[in-house]
Nanobody, 121 residues
Framework: QVQLVESGGGAVQAGGSLRLSCAAS???????MAWFRQDPGKERERVAS???????YYASSVKGRFTISKDDDKNTATLQMNSLQPEDTAMYFC????????????????WGQGTQVTVSS
């Protein structure tokens, strides 16, 4: 079974930055790696993702503020989050699937345990 371990969450004030990391227990060169987030009572939404060939997606709400990257030598994915706002508060999850990223959470085969991000105004 694939293990994904997230780290880097925490509490910051609006305008601050956090860097989330996801370490995979498998080789990631043929994988899409994605970051989702979820507030209680809301659907899990894709925030950013990177395909196996480097294609990148950002949700419109984070474009220009968040940067995703994938290191296939280290089997990790990183989400750099700048200019954080209170509406970014959520549990953030790392997810993985083969080759190309998709929109829906059910299309991902494995998930991390999540890391909490809290942004205060």
């Amino acid at each position: 079974q694939v293990q994904l371990v997230e780290s880097g969450g925490g509490a910051v004030q609006a305008g601050g930055s956090l860097r989330l990391s996801c370490a995979a227990s498998i080789r990631t060169y043929s994988k899409c790696m994605a970051w989702f987030r979820q507030d209680p009572g809301k659907e899990r939404e894709r925030v950013a993702s990177v395909d196996s060939d480097g294609g990148i997606y950002y949700a419109s709400s984070v474009k220009g503020r968040f940067t995703i990257s994938k290191d296939d030598d280290k089997n990790t994915a990183t989400l750099q989050m700048n200019s954080l706002q209170p509406e970014d508060t959520a549990m953030y999850f790392c997810a993985i699937r083969n080759w190309y990223c998709q929109e829906a959470p059910w299309q991902y085969t494995d998930w991390g345990q999540g890391t909490q991000v809290t942004v205060s105004s």
